[in-house]
């Protein structure tokens, strides 16, 4: 396998490679190997919305940018809003939830031995000629956003040819596991990093590991230029794929008599990593954390732009998935409203 900085040669980059897979993948769905979004949880429950919150939630939403709003509390699906009557098997572009769907696979290949962890980039591009830096930076400062890369901004990279170049070219700001910064080249090169060590891409990966069990159906997600699934962003799926994932992380990674993902991946991707600049938040790997404190639970929860939102509170025993269309730098409003209103309002 040959690479060099600035091309990639046929047999990794080339899209028909990628294309077959994808005509595999709905494949696999007609013929039932990966199963259909099929609704698995009670609408019927005790723990209701006290009357006069539920009307005045409701009307936020109706005069928002928000499209639904599900809570799902013990398996019992206690809260459901849409817009327009939209169904919530309805997929949509998740944004940046795509991170935490990565780094869910990211865990998987690693039980699998596909990867390791503390393993450098470097290494799993032996023929690259690149900086030394890339020898120090690990899967894992990936995962946690501290590669310390020097960073001109993810427009760069959208206007890039060759997006895995791009990134391979970046010099170093501070040491690797310092600090957090949020950069798509971290996500990207997990995917890329994925792709190559599995043998296939990280939509395919998903789908046979980790979508197929749970319940969610083959998603589009997009690619760069060279046929790589977008690491930080680009996947669809439905509030009810979002519920399904984060009831996943709910039951520690269990589903039904299956363990999908390791329990101890499930801790280790939602422990408080770093400090972020969003006050009291933390960064686990590709997951926030928001710690407990006096006024709040422990809770986690995958994030993408324009109101994307999947959050999990353990000791509720709730997810709680938002989608919206505030636009390409909005959609902190149902961060406010889940916690203002949604983790009181079934007590």
């Keep these: 396998m040959t690479l060099s900085l600035h091309s990639v040669p046929v047999e990794l980059s080339c899209p028909s490679r990628f294309s077959i897979i994808e005509r595999k993948l709905e494949e696999l769905h007609e013929s039932g190997a990966i199963m259909d979004a099929a609704d698995p949880f009670k609408r019927e429950s005790n723990r209701l919305m006290k009357g006069s919150k539920k009307e005045e939630f409701t009307e936020l939403l109706e005069n928002s940018p928000v499209t639904s709003c599900a809570v799902l509390i013990s398996d019992e699906l206690v ?20 991170k935490s769907v990565l780094s869910t696979i990211i865990g998987i290949a690693s039980e699998k031995e596909i990867l390791n962890l503390y393993d450098p980039v470097s290494s799993f591009f032996p023929d690259v000629s690149m900086q030394d830096h890339f020898g120090s930076i690990t899967v894992d400062h990936l995962l ?41 080249a971290n996500s990207h090169l997990l995917s890329v990093i994925l792709t190559e060590t599995a043998g296939k891409p990280c939509s395919f990966f998903a789908a046979e590991e980790l979508f197929k069990v749970i319940g969610i159906p083959s998603r589009q997600w997009d690619t760069d230029p060279q ?56 960064y686990g790997r590709h997951w926030w954390v928001n710690p407990e404190s006096e006024r709040l639970p422990f809770f986690y929860y995958a ?40 983790l009181r309002a079934f007590d």
């Design 79 to 98: 809260f459901e809003w849409t817009k327009w009557d939209m169904s919530l098997d309805v997929p949509v572009k998740v944004n940046s939830v795509t």
């Design 227 to 282: 046929g790589y699934n977008t690491g930080g962003f680009g996947l669809s799926l439905s509030p009810m794929d979002m519920l399904k994932f984060g009831r996943l992380y709910l039951q520690n990674g269990r589903w039904g008599s299956q363990q999908v993902v390791r329990e101890d991946w499930i801790e280790l991707a939602v422990k408080p990593h770093l400090h972020t600049v969003r006050g009291q938040q933390r």
């Design 144 to 184: 946690t956003m501290s590669s310390g890369l020097e960073w001109p901004g993810n427009r760069h990279l959208y206007e890039s040819e060759n997006w895995l170049s791009f990134i391979l070219e970046r010099t170093v700001k501070e040491n690797p596991g310092q600090e957090m910064a949020y950069i798509e």
């Design 303 to 342: 994030a993408g732009s324009g109101g994307q939102y999947i959050f999990v509170v353990p000791e509720k025993k709730m997810v709680c998935v938002f989608t919206g269309d505030y636009g390409r730098n909005g959609g902190t409003q149902p961060f406010t409203w889940f916690t203002r209103y949604l």
